[in-house]
């Protein structure tokens, strides 16, 4: 579901792609074995989190992406590329929305 939802996003079909990504982490909550920060959920929500940015859902996208960010930290590490990437993507949102400091 979660390729599915990339390959919509790629698309910019982001309407259907977002719900799709909703749809595959409630899911994934209900009814999986896998923990709210397993890697493959916390890329879920990383992905969710790009989809809500090019939608210009700022807030949302802020939200996801920070939330993501803090748990890679925890589950990967600080250095880990996945986490890296967190990084990257919350520094485009905030230059896009003017907030660097």
Same mark, same amino acid.
């Given at each position: %579901?979660? &390729?599915?939802?990339?390959? @919509? /996003? *790629? ?10 990504? $909703? /749809?595959?982490?409630?899911?994934? !909550?209900?009814?999986? *074995? ?5 890697? &493959? #959920?916390?890329?879920?929500? /990383?992905?969710? +989190? ?11 996208? !802020?939200? #996801?992406?920070?939330?993501? $960010?803090?748990? !890679?930290?925890?589950?990967? +590490?600080?250095?880990? !590329? =996945?986490? %890296?990437? *967190?990084?990257? &993507? $919350?520094?485009? @949102?905030?230059?896009?929305?003017? %907030? %660097? =400091?």
């Amino acid at each position: %579901m979660n &390729n599915l939802s990339t390959t @919509l /996003h *790629s698309q910019r079909r982001w309407d259907e792609c977002v719900d799709l990504y $909703l /749809h595959t982490l409630e899911l994934v !909550r209900k009814k999986s *074995s896998l923990g709210g920060e397993h890697p &493959n #959920v916390l890329t879920i929500k /990383h992905n969710l +989190g790009e989809a809500y940015f090019w939608q210009g859902k700022w807030a949302e996208a !802020r939200k #996801v992406q920070l939330e993501t $960010l803090e748990a !890679r930290k925890r589950v990967l +590490g600080e250095d880990h !590329r =996945e986490t %890296m990437h *967190s990084y990257a &993507n $919350l520094g485009v @949102l905030y230059w896009n929305q003017g %907030m %660097m =400091e």
